[in-house]
């Protein structure tokens, strides 16, 4: 295990290499006049020298690269200041350090993803199970159908309707972002509308799914033996069933809880929320090349993390995985 952690972290550090090289070069060395973006519409020639010579893009592209790339690991001097490692550039439209701005934002995006996470896993995983377990009965015809609707539905609808119900009546005051110092009932107290309404949506994928993996491992072979051999149903259940099921399971939880990590953008917006998928958008919409790279730099370090740690609880799972 020790050996296969370090050479996926290896592999790892090299794909955030290329990909922060890929960045750069479309970004940076591309045909974007990247001075002419941060000088602004009225720009005279001298302040337009001056903004090349303060972003080193005066330097051959290499070089430039190369500044980049160690300013993440050593930081990296700015005219406006030092900038400390892991220094991902600086805004040129607020002149803020790109890392401090994801470091502000950040917490809002961690917010709404384990509150998700806690409630989809939980109930998602739980209905599932039990309607696996039940088969035809009721509570399955009921569970199924309803995963079938919700899972239909999309946040920037959903989200909408649920602020009509509940925010315009003056039942409930908007969302809004709660700093970690304030406590967690104070962070809840504010999110936990975008919360629910994600977490709906996403208990009814992971209810249709984890139903659908367990019937399918119950007519495996190997469970039907053990029930051959005289084990209770409930011990086949949660012995062989559940556990082979666990993978596909995995998979996905991996993909979801990078990318919500990495910037929730149709619930950020759809209750206006500041958050890593806000930041993202605001880049791009005002052509903050630095701000644009930090985030997809950020992000791709969460989705490696989480491919990781599923391999590792594929391993954990399976032991034919951890054999070979």
């Not at 649920?162 to 709660?178: I, Y």
């Not at 039907?224 to 996905?252: N, Q």
């Not at 619930?267 to 890593?276: A, Q, V, Y």
Request: charged share 15%.
């Amino acid at each position: 295990m020790f050996k296969f952690l370090i050479r996926r972290s290896v592999g790892a550090v090299v794909t955030l290499f290329l990909i922060s090289a890929a960045t750069f070069f479309l970004f940076i060395a591309g045909p974007s006049d990247y001075a002419s973006l941060a000088c602004g519409k009225d720009c005279s020639p001298a302040r337009l020298d001056d903004i090349r010579a303060a972003l080193g893009l005066d330097q051959p592209v290499f070089v430039q690269f190369w500044e980049f790339v160690s300013g993440i690991v050593m930081g990296r001097d700015f005219p406006t200041g030092h900038c400390p490692a892991p220094c991902l550039g600086v805004s040129f439209r607020t002149g803020d350090q790109v890392w401090t701005r994801i470091m502000e934002d950040f917490p809002t995006t961690l917010s709404l993803t384990v509150g998700g996470l806690i409630v989809f896993l939980i109930v998602g995983l739980g209905t599932g199970m039990l309607a696996a377990y039940k088969k035809g009965s009721m509570v399955d015809k009921v569970s199924s159908g309803a995963s079938m609707v919700l899972s239909s539905f999309q946040i920037y609808f959903l989200g909408p309707l649920v602020l009509l119900a509940l925010v315009s009546t003056g039942l409930f005051e908007n969302p809004k972002d709660v700093p970690f110092s304030e406590g967690p009932l104070a962070v809840l107290a504010g999110l936990w509308i975008p919360i629910m309404v994600m977490a709906t949506i996403f208990t009814a994928q992971y209810t249709r799914m984890a139903r659908s993996e367990l019937i399918q491992q119950l007519q495996e072979e190997h469970v039907r033996t053990a029930r051959a051999k005289g084990m209770s149903r409930k011990y086949v259940f949660f012995r062989y069933a559940w556990r082979g099921s666990l993978i596909p399971i995995i998979t996905v939880l991996g993909i979801d809880i990078s990318a919500l990590l990495s910037g929730g953008v149709v619930t950020e917006l759809t209750f206006s929320l500041h958050g890593i998928g806000r930041l993202a958008v605001d880049g791009a919409q005002y052509k903050d090349l630095p701000l644009t790279m930090g985030v997809m730099l950020f992000s791709a370090f969460f989705i490696l993390v989480f491919n990781m740690l599923c391999d590792i609880a594929y391993a954990y799972v399976d032991p034919r995985i951890r054999l070979s």
